[in-house]
């Protein structure tokens, strides 16, 4: 049962405990954002020619969310393998498929194109195509910015609203 004994036995809210079980991956995740936009701007010498704060602010807000995913699925979950497997399958297939890495979201129809509204993905990918290639800010950015705004809390909230203290 691993860390959930932890949850069940300790006095901590399940927004603490969820919040402390992101942070660590939280970190790590932007740690490796910095890392990989030095090596854009220093190996590929690959200009930012936006907001660097805005593409910052919009990769902390992606790292949330994803992580945010994670947990959803890790709730379901019984073992940290199964949770692992599902949130890599649930998450990589619709940021590939649907986020327009592949095919813009604007060309997607049907239940692909709601996957590519919703996704977290597809807006980080909007703003990092904006900010290094498009020039734009936080003016131009502020619809995915706020998506993704959004899309935490309203993740967090389903983590805790699902999380239960006691096992049934």
């Known amino acids: 049962m691993g860390s959930i004994i932890n949850f069940y036995v300790t006095p ?14 939280v970190a790590l995740a932007m740690l490796n954002y ?10 590929f ?13 919009g990769a902390l807000l992606y ?9 959803l699925f890790s709730i379901f979950m019984r073992s940290q393998i199964a949770a692992l497997f599902a949130t890599a399958i649930g998450t990589i297939l619709p940021a590939v498929q649907f986020s327009g ?13 709601v996957i590519g ?3 977290p993905t597809s807006h980080f990918v909007t703003i990092c195509r904006g900010v290094f290639s498009k020039g734009l800010g936080f003016p131009d950015l502020q619809p995915e910015l706020l998506s993704l705004a959004v899309t ?17």
């Open 63 to 71: 790292v949330l969310s994803s992580t945010a995913i994670g947990l």
């Open 101 to 113: 890495l592949i095919n813009p979201v604007s060309s997607l129809e049907g239940a692909g194109a």
């Open 117 to 119: 509204r919703v996704f």
């Open 34 to 43: 910095a890392l990989l936009v030095v090596l854009s701007l220093s190996t």
């Open 12 to 25: 901590v809210t399940a927004l603490e405990f969820l919040l402390g079980k992101q942070a660590p991956y």
């Open 152 to 168: 935490f809390p309203l993740l967090l909230a389903a983590c805790v609203m699902l999380l239960k203290k006691q096992e049934q």
């Open 45 to 57: 010498r690959v200009p930012i020619t936006g907001d660097i704060v805005a593409m910052t602010l």
